[in-house]
């Protein structure tokens, strides 16, 4: 979505390296970390980027769909 709207390749690129290999863990009642899991989708919780991409996405979403809802 950031190279449809004219983002520099190596801005993308550095983004995308950000969320490469992501993992999460779950405590278990022990509070000790397991169940490790990989994601693969979203935003980072707490990433300081996630409410630039996020206005990004949904930027562009009205652009597509305002024209199907315009009287």
């Known amino acids: 979505m950031l190279r449809s709207r004219g983002a520099p390749e190596k801005f993308v690129d550095l983004i995308e390296n950000l969320h490469l290999g992501t ?3 779950m405590q ?6 397991e169940n490790w899991f990989s994601v693969a989708t979203g935003f980072k919780q707490g990433d300081v980027n996630a409410p630039l991409l996020f206005n990004v996405y949904i930027d562009t979403i ?3 769909f305002q024209p199907l809802i315009s009287h």
Not at 28 to 33: E, T
């Open 28 to 33: 278990s009642d022990s509070g000790r970390a």
């Open 23 to 25: 993992t999460y863990d």
């Open 62 to 64: 009205v652009r597509v």
